[in-house]
């Protein structure tokens, strides 16, 4: 029985072994890259703790474009600001592909902005950036909302007076309430728990999302599925924010206004009702559910945790804090909130938030890609159905394209005349037709947020500047800031 029992075992594995190499010999025009092994790909090659990292060693033997095996699935990375820009702006349309991402796609069924490709994507797309515009999104009256966001938050810290604290919570409730401005037509208090419960679930979301077992689940899905692990109560998680969605989105039914939508939910219901009797419509219920579970998901944690960076930042260099605070104090004052044109004004401050953004790298490995057709490359054939990684942590830490890459120094956006300046590798956002929806609300967040911040408070800590620490505490597919309880003295 036994003997029997290794020789099915034995058959299994050569049967592998001869799929596996007929299809990496398939693949010749590929790019080169490590050897793989069958099941596990290039796994034991690569860290686990900050896998970008091995891929730029990589870079190192194989070049800018190179192929891994992650477990079972082929796929294309791109290191460096050349390779990425080249394939995802000149290429563009080659790579809009979005790879399907079973922890963050699952919950949505290839439904929704995030989840989904082709024509479906392209119609959501086009409708959100052309709502969120409607209502203020890079135009004066969202300026507005974040201005009174800014207002609860800081009246928030007052309260405390001076006594340390967690900004974690805080900084997602401000973010998150931009967001729920645009979406639901509402903010909430942040002492409301039904809304704090929903930031406890982001919360866990981001922190699995950014461990190995969250990966895991990417490669293996069907095999984690039955396994245990803190992903098993994350997608139980993710279904309360669906029930949630749903049922503001039933409260917009039943006061809807037809002539005048107050929100994005609203202007989506008028389109399911332009477009009901088009039987091929991306204008349905699932697609709305799923949208706003990814720019409330998105929208949130991004932002929040780049501010909470920021902060760590201010504190880690208190020379650098005096400096924006004396160049805010001469350009707005204390007697006005700060508004998108001053930014222009406060060059200093604006390099700072900039630098804080590239050095903090939040999505080291993007968002990845996919290709929905065989496609040509420097060269190679990139066959239909591969990953593609465009490795943004190889463009932000980039030598070529900065002075000083390991070091924080917002002078990487300052000419010598101390006039802020644009460098084309700053991409903390991707680039080309799949780069961030939501990317003009995130800047404005991140300078009315910080400069607002920084009229009111001056911010420390009780170990000092030496104990803060920028290297993140996690690192995976995102790169997350450790967690400090800081003080904000009132200025």
């Known amino acids: ?6 020789v099915i075992l034995a058959g299994l594995i050569l049967a592998l072994l001869w799929m596996f190499n007929i299809k990496h010999k398939r693949n010749w025009h590929l790019p080169p890259g490590p050897t793989a092994f069958p099941l596990i790909g290039n ?4 860290g686990k703790k900050a896998p970008f990292k091995s891929f730029v060693k990589f870079s190192e033997t194989y070049g800018p474009v190179m192929t891994v095996y992650l ?5 294309v990375v791109f290191v460096g600001y050349d390779v990425v820009k080249e394939a995802l702006v000149d290429q563009a349309d080659d790579f809009t592909g979005r790879a399907p991402t079973p922890f963050i796609h699952s919950p949505n069924k290839k439904y929704g902005i995030g989840s989904s490709n082709g024509k479906r994507w392209r119609q959501l797309r086009r409708f959100t950036l052309t709502t969120l515009k409607d209502f203020g999104m890079g135009r004066k009256g969202m300026d507005e909302w974040i201005q009174e966001e800014s207002e609860h938050m800081r009246d928030y810290i007052h309260k405390l007076k001076g006594a ?27 002492e409301d728990k039904q809304f704090l419960r929903l930031l ?5 979301i981001e922190k699995v999302n950014s461990r190995p077992v969250g990966q895991m689940y990417n490669l293996y899905p069907k095999l984690m599925d039955h396994l245990p692990g803190p992903h098993q109560k994350i997608f139980a998680e993710y279904d309360e924010v669906r029930e949630f969605i749903k049922m503001k989105i039933q409260e917009h039914k039943d006061t809807l206004d037809p002539s005048s939508p107050r929100d994005y939910i609203g202007s989506f219901l008028i389109q399911i009702n332009q477009e009901k ?3 091929t419509t991306e204008f349905h219920y699932d697609n709305l559910v799923s949208t706003i579970m990814t720019l409330f998901l998105a929208g949130t944690q991004s932002t929040s945790s780049t501010l909470r960076f920021a902060l760590s930042v201010l504190i880690k260099y208190p020379q650098i804090q005096e400096k924006m605070q004396q160049e805010i104090d001469t350009v707005i004052g204390k007697d006005r909130c700060p508004r998108m044109e001053d930014r222009k004004s406060l060059p200093f401050s604006l390099a700072v938030i900039h630098e804080v953004q590239r050095f903090l790298d939040l ?17 190679y054939t990139i066959p239909k159905d591969t990953v593609i990684i465009p490795l943004l942590h190889s463009v932000l830490k980039e030598e070529k394209q900065w002075a000083t890459p390991r070091s924080f120094n917002p002078q990487h956006f300052l000419d010598n005349n101390g006039n802020f300046k644009k460098n084309p590798a700053f991409m903390p956002f991707s680039a080309g037709k799949r780069n961030c929806v939501g990317e003009s609300l995130a800047r404005m967040e991140l300078f009315i947020f910080i400069v607002s911040l920084l009229q009111d408070f001056t911010f420390s800590c009780a170990g000092g500047p030496d104990s803060i620490n920028l290297i993140p505490e996690y690192s995976s597919f995102l790169n997350v800031p450790c967690r400090y309880h800081i003080m904000a003295t009132p200025r």
Not at 43 to 46: C, G, M, N, P, S
């Open 277 to 279: 009797e088009i039987s």
């Open 43 to 46: 796994l034991l090659q690569i």
């Open 164 to 190: 340390p604290f967690d900004p974690t919570f805080l900084l997602s409730c401000a973010v998150s309430n931009v967001i729920c401005c645009l979406v639901f037509g509402q903010r909430f208090n942040y």
């Open 363 to 379: 999505v080291p490995l993007s968002l990845p890609h996919y290709t929905l057709n065989d496609i040509s490359f420097r060269g």
């Open 200 to 204: 406890t679930i982001l919360s866990h």
């Open 1 to 6: 029985m036994e003997s029997c029992a290794t």
């Open 71 to 75: 477990g079972l699935q082929r796929t």
